[in-house]
């Protein structure tokens, strides 16, 4: 893995009270008969399609990735996120663009936001906290 990639995946952690969690889309069309049936993931450099949640997860699901900033003293990251089994971001369904705020002034790759998408109750969830503890994140929905 190249040591600049700064995401690591982490299957089945649950989101806190103290996370900050927003409703990517209510009455998802992602499951059928309990099992997901499209791609749920972000758009990474080049504009390519990263699942985060795969097909074929059984329901409810959910999964993590390790965000952290490319240049020093960054306080905020932009997740653009979609849904489909296209291979570029934006041959899918685009489901939004957020940010996550609040994170304390640190070196480029000091600070790690834990990022986690989940499908509950026929929703798509996206939560995030700051493993590090130094600040509490928040989450805004640009688009």
């Known amino acids: 893995m190249n040591k600049c990639f700064y995401i690591i995946i982490i299957l089945l952690v649950s989101c806190s ?26 758009e990474t450099l080049g504009g390519v399609f990263t699942p985060i949640l795969k097909v074929g997860c059984k329901l409810p699901c959910e999964s993590s990735q390790i965000f952290s900033t490319a240049e020093d003293n960054q306080n905020q990251i932009m997740i653009v996120i979609a849904r489909g089994m296209e291979k570029m971001a934006k041959n899918n369904v685009h489901l939004g663009k ?44 640009l688009e």
């Open 17 to 42: 009270l103290s996370d900050s969690q927003i409703c990517v889309e209510n009455n998802s069309p992602v499951a059928k008969e309990d099992v997901l049936i499209e791609n749920i993931g972000v």
């Open 98 to 141: 957020y940010k996550i705020q609040g994170i304390s002034p640190a070196p480029r790759g000091a600070p790690k936001i834990k990022v986690t998408f989940k499908v509950v109750n026929g929703s798509i969830w996206l939560c995030a906290s700051h493993l590090n503890g130094s600040s509490q994140v928040t989450l805004a929905k």
